[in-house]
């Protein structure tokens, strides 16, 4: 009996066992049958499909790179240092940038990419400036007076330009308005004009740009036909002064009319010669007479020019101290209304 119980429970163990191996083997046969049917159903890519999906990824490369590098600078970036961070052209370079701000122009997010005089710079967009001045401490911009900007303009429609240039022009002395303009950060010293003193030529900065929103110089508005043929004029005469060139043509006029009084003098009469050595000799008391009154004429018209400076620097003085008044109270209102949520 004992081995018949025992032969009955070997047939259904074996059983079992059969069974469950014939339903892994058809588990396995319908696994196979499906990734049969998903390889079947995978799209196949062609070789130029291929090229094309590779580009795709090295251009999105090109420019998470890009963007990386404008976060971490900060600043403007030329197309010289993206290339080199690119491992690439300059002309590449460029057409990655270009498809990077096109990117973040059609976004309209937070962030913009902009580009002021060949470089780019990542900034933030115009329409969160109303939310960021809530918390960024920003800091006091420069108060710009008439005078300032009168100066300014000059520089940026002229430049580079030197500060003898920009007084002919304004009719005034413009030391104190320059020195501010440079202590602003919105125009430096870009060289030296190759004349006796080597004076100073100024022009704008990229901060200029970046503040009046200009993308670059050839962005500036135009100006009128006759106010640009003026400023030539003006420059053009300050450079010849400053280059010497104006005494020489004095001294040609001079050589001609010379020239002039003898030629009449050889046609006229010999009784006429006579008599013109005499008038000659009346007239040397008063060109005596005439030198000696400039010397007192210069004193006073230095004492004079030197008043007009003070004058105007006081002037100009005045008016910032005005408008930064102004603003100050400006901002305090400002600050009051947001204080009180009744107004």
């Known amino acids: 009996m004992e081995e018949n119980e025992q032969y009955s429970l070997k047939e259904e163990l074996e ?31 062609s070789l130029q499909e291929e090229i094309e999906r590779e580009d795709a990824l090295s251009l999105q490369e090109e420019e998470d790179l890009l963007e990386a590098l404008l976060f971490s600078l900060g600043r403007t970036v030329s197309l010289e240092e993206m ?16 498809r990077l701000r096109k990117k973040y122009e059609e976004r309209q997010g937070g962030l ?13 967009h115009p329409k969160t400036y109303d939310a960021l001045i809530r918390v960024v401490k920003q800091s006091r911009k420069p108060v710009l007076s008439d005078v300032h900007l009168e100066t300014l303009s000059i520089i940026a429609y002229c430049q580079p330009v030197t500060k003898a240039e920009v007084e002919r022009i304004r009719g005034v002395k413009s030391d104190h308005a320059v020195n501010r303009l440079v202590e602003f950060g919105l125009i430096e010293e870009v060289g030296r004009l190759d004349a006796p003193g080597r004076p100073v ?16 110089l050839a962005s500036l508005p135009s100006l009128p036909k006759d106010l640009e043929k003026l400023l030539e004029e003006e420059v053009t005469e300050e450079l010849k002064d400053s280059l ?11 050589e001609e009319k010379a020239k002039e009084p003898k030629e009449e003098k050889a046609k006229e009469p010999k009784e006429e010669k006579a008599e013109e050595p005499k008038e000659e000799a009346i007239e040397e008391k008063p060109e005596e007479s005439k030198e000696e ?49 009744e107004q």
């Open 293 to 341: 009154k400039p010397e007192e004429t210069k004193e006073e018209k230095e004492l004079q020019e030197a008043a007009d400076e003070a004058e105007v620097e006081a002037e100009e003085i005045a008016e910032e101290i005005a408008e930064e008044t102004a603003e100050e109270s400006t901002e305090g209102q400002e600050d009051a209304k947001a204080l009180d949520p």
């Open 244 to 254: 010497g060139l104006e005494p020489e043509k004095e001294e040609e006029t001079k």
């Open 201 to 216: 030529l100024f022009g704008t900065t990229e901060e200029f740009l970046t503040r009046f929103g200009v993308d670059s």
């Open 15 to 45: 059983k079992t066992l059969a069974g469950e191996a014939a339903e892994a083997l058809r588990d396995r046969d319908s696994v196979e049958e499906k990734a049969e049917g998903s390889r079947d159903k995978a799209p196949v890519l």
């Open 112 to 124: 913009l990419i902009r580009k002021l005089e060949g470089k780019y710079q990542m900034v933030s």
């Open 83 to 98: 290339a080199i961070c690119l491992h690439m052209g300059v002309d590449g370079a460029e057409l990655a940038a270009e």
